[in-house]
């Protein structure tokens, strides 16, 4: 009988972990919750109206089409069978696996406040996300281009983005692009270029993880682009017409009617749910990552792994790796691999290394900061060396060139083509 | 004071009208629901995946960035004011004007059964609506690919279309392409090319409107595509799982969960409004309709001017213009330049003429029809005339380019890109 691999998740950790097994005997089945692989690292591009969502999804049954030992599922996981090694569908499907590999990454995380704030600071994990603050972008323009009311009009103009890691980053450049650069001709009332953008960070600098003189750069190349960065605030309180930030222990108010949400991440509750049916209450970090061993499987269960953001992969020096796509990637592969070694009956026991190629954020136009190894890129030729490596990624998708196409155009016009307000939530909340 | 014009509905229409008058001096209020222009006769391919929503839509505010004499406004109108010649919007915003375009366009019509069929067979009018149709569509195979009962996959891989006009054969060309040519390989349990794609019409013929030879033909193709064409049949119930067509006097049950409404559409409800604010019981037809005289004006205003799908404009062996795309732009383009004249002081008396170039509908890759005179065309030669007029169409879009490499792409390749199920309504219904 063939080996059953069941494996959760499309995104890169899952589907590498698929596709390094292409020439595997073993029958492997993918369920993810949507029907496509989603080019996460440029979700903010679709957020701002630079993208269509299908210019950075793929849908997984194409990506799988010529890999027969692949079935895609499109399901939500709703348990595990810990007796009878079984996945449970939401539907009650059972899914019996040998090998396990968990890859459901992350979502927002708003430290204690998700049911006051989610609905009025969405984040940024999914397509619907992207098409969410799109709209709340897009429609405070309108609405502001409506208003005769001098403060209305201030307070829509008005953006807040809480967090300063890398999305906050792009979406407070972003932001700035549109309204400053992209839609200055396009009212008549208002004058957009007058638009606040507004990003709001707990420590000293932006990216605070990258080498200090390339964080202290992407702050000034931010400020060039007209955004207003305030370090070492904390928000305190989301009103629907004004939010409250806390600088230097005392509060300060911003009248804004648009919040968006880059602060903070915790991993998928599918974590939990394995902890629970497996009875290992000492499974899940803080967190909620999965604390995985040096194969990336976990405690006394060495046929299940997890992968990607959704683990706590310890390092040497006792500090984690990163919830980063380079290590869903590295660890996605490397499981498939281990796994075609073990079903055809050789031994790997080879551990997960991690290759740290060295991390890049895009700030804006022509605005970048890479950091590998010793090297330390800024301005256009590290924004050159981002864009390149990201079309380099694309390649696994079909439509690349089409992103590729849109990109330039964007680049040579400062058009944004997808600049649509769609659905129905709020348009005239 | 400079004279105001505003205009309702920025569809052909309305958008003609306003870019026909680029050179006037007076002030163009352009007011829409939406923020971009729609190319609806591409409506159907991204309600089959194989084109992004913002591929056929331009933002109005785009479209209008250097005409300084028009301002866009994204509302709905509410109702309008005579006393005070003003348009009154859904804020209580008032827009005072000399002259005023309606180009509201149509809407579905589901013979009096909108509140239980509207929900379970969408129409295709908007972004949302065809967003709706690619997730039902999609879902279905996804839940087939899930189901082991096979009356259940039978009922999933059954697409009912109703209505054999352009939208529903476009409809049912593309669904049935995309299950027997881009998704045949993408299913491991079922085989995608067994789905049913049932086309319901009430005439003998469908595209019935165009020379017999030429319906035949459609029907033919439609056939070799394998869509199962029922002419003579009448939809007359829709179930969750079934529906029942009337054929030659007697019932006949369908299993399906998917059904599409191509049939019939009625005049935007503003037409209404405009009647009762104006006093005008005898302004409408029997479908909605604004009956305009020959300048496209309403009886006893001659300031007021309905356009497009919203009009019913008589033509000479006493029919009327039908609901088509040259319409809208000839008569946009038509009261546009009118108002040019008379704001300028010049008289102009010249009363609209439709220039019929012609008519032609896509039924899939490589098959089409095309009447314009005496000409009749079918097959590749006839889809390559539909091609070119649509890309010269599309010139009118900063995005052609993309559309047209899409395309390009979709045809050499025979995939879809933006199949994408997004938004949550139904998807684990």
Same mark, same amino acid.
């Given at each position: 009988?063939?080996?059953?691999?069941?494996?959760?998740?499309?995104?890169?950790?899952?589907?590498?972990?698929?596709?390094?097994?292409?020439?595997?005997?073993?029958?492997?089945?993918?369920?993810?919750?949507?029907?496509?692989?989603?080019?996460?690292?440029?979700?903010?591009?679709?957020?701002?109206?630079?993208?269509?969502?299908?210019?950075?999804?793929?849908?997984?049954?194409?990506?799988?089409?010529?890999q027969r030992n692949?079935?895609?599922?499109?399901?939500?996981?709703?348990?595990?069978?810990?007796?009878?090694?079984?996945?449970?569908?939401?539907?009650?499907?059972?899914?019996?696996?040998?090998?396990?590999?968990?890859?459901?990454?992350?979502?927002?995380?708003?430290?204690?406040?998700?049911?006051?704030?989610?609905?009025?600071?969405?984040?940024?994990?999914?397509?619907?996300?992207?098409?969410?603050?799109?709209?709340?972008?897009?429609?405070?323009?309108?609405?502001?281009?409506?208003?005769?009311?001098?403060?209305?009009? %201030?307070?829509? #103009?008005?953006?807040?983005?809480?967090?300063? &890691?890398?999305?906050? @980053? *792009?979406?407070?450049? /972003? =932001? +700035? !692009?549109?309204?400053?650069?992209?839609?200055?001709?396009?009212?008549?009332?208002?004058?957009?270029?007058?638009?606040?953008?507004?990003?709001?960070?707990?420590?000293?600098?932006?990216?605070?993880?990258?080498?200090?003189?390339?964080?202290?750069?992407?702050?000034?190349?931010?400020?060039?682009?007209?955004?207003?960065?305030?370090?070492?605030?904390?928000?305190?309180?989301?009103?629907?017409?004004?939010?409250?930030?806390?600088?230097?222990?005392?509060?300060?108010?911003?009248?804004?009617?648009?919040?968006?949400?880059?602060?903070?991440?915790?991993?998928?509750?599918?974590?939990?749910?394995?902890?629970? %049916?497996?009875? #290992?209450?000492?499974?899940?970090?803080?967190? &909620?990552?999965?604390? @995985? *061993?040096?194969?990336? /499987? =976990? +405690? !006394?269960?060495?046929?299940?792994?997890?992968?990607?953001?959704?683990?706590n992969f310890p390092?040497?020096?006792?500090?984690?790796?990163?919830?980063?796509?380079?290590?869903?990637?590295?660890?996605?592969?490397?499981?498939?691999?281990?796994?075609?070694?073990?079903?055809?009956?050789?031994?790997?026991?080879?551990?997960?290394?991690?290759?740290?190629?060295?991390?890049?954020?895009?700030?804006?136009?022509?605005?970048?900061?890479?950091?590998?190894?010793?090297?330390?890129?800024?301005?256009?030729?590290?924004?050159?060396?981002?864009?390149?490596?990201?079309?380099?990624?694309?390649?696994?998708?079909?439509?690349?060139?089409?992103?590729?196409?849109?990109?330039?155009?964007?680049?040579?016009?400062?058009?944004?083509?997808?600049?649509l307000i769609t659905?129905?939530?709020?348009?005239?909340?």
């Amino acid at each position: 009988m063939p080996t059953n691999v069941v494996i959760v998740g499309g995104g890169f950790g899952g589907m590498m972990c698929a596709k390094a097994m292409r020439r595997t005997s073993a029958n492997i089945t993918l369920v993810d919750k949507r029907n496509f692989h989603l080019f996460q690292p440029l979700l903010y591009q679709v957020a701002t109206g630079g993208l269509s969502p299908a210019n950075i999804a793929a849908p997984l049954r194409s990506i799988f089409r010529c890999q027969r030992n692949v079935q895609v599922l499109m399901g939500t996981v709703e348990s595990f069978d810990k007796a009878n090694s079984c996945v449970i569908l939401e539907d009650g499907t059972q899914l019996p696996f040998d090998y396990l590999v968990l890859a459901t990454g992350s979502t927002h995380h708003y430290f204690g406040r998700d049911v006051d704030w989610e609905p009025v600071a969405p984040g940024l994990k999914t397509i619907e996300d992207a098409t969410v603050i799109r709209r709340r972008v897009l429609s405070a323009f309108e609405r502001a281009e409506r208003s005769h009311d001098p403060l209305e009009i %201030a307070r829509l #103009l008005t953006f807040v983005i809480v967090g300063g &890691g890398p999305t906050g @980053v *792009e979406m407070a450049g /972003s =932001i +700035a !692009e549109l309204s400053k650069q992209t839609m200055k001709k396009d009212f008549r009332s208002i004058n957009p270029t007058t638009a606040r953008v507004i990003l709001v960070e707990n420590s000293k600098l932006v990216l605070d993880r990258y080498h200090e003189s390339l964080s202290i750069q992407a702050g000034k190349d931010l400020r060039s682009m007209g955004v207003e960065v305030m370090n070492e605030t904390r928000l305190s309180e989301i009103f629907p017409k004004h939010v409250v930030v806390t600088q230097n222990g005392r509060p300060l108010t911003i009248e804004t009617e648009t919040v968006i949400w880059a602060a903070g991440v915790k991993a998928s509750p599918l974590g939990k749910k394995l902890a629970e %049916a497996y009875d #290992l209450p000492a499974l899940l970090d803080r967190s &909620g990552r999965v604390q @995985v *061993e040096a194969r990336c /499987s =976990i +405690a !006394e269960h060495s046929n299940i792994f997890v992968i990607g953001d959704l683990a706590n992969f310890p390092t040497h020096d006792g500090k984690t790796l990163p919830g980063v796509a380079p290590v869903a990637i590295q660890q996605g592969s490397y499981v498939g691999k281990l796994l075609n070694a073990t079903i055809s009956g050789r031994k790997c026991t080879q551990p997960f290394q991690y290759w740290d190629k060295g991390n890049m954020a895009t700030i804006g136009r022509s605005h970048a900061i890479v950091e590998s190894g010793r090297i330390r890129l800024t301005g256009k030729l590290a924004w050159l060396a981002w864009l390149f490596i990201h079309i380099l990624y694309l390649a696994r998708f079909e439509n690349r060139m089409l992103v590729v196409f849109q990109w330039f155009w964007n680049y040579a016009t400062r058009n944004r083509t997808a600049r649509l307000i769609t659905g129905n939530e709020d348009r005239h909340k």
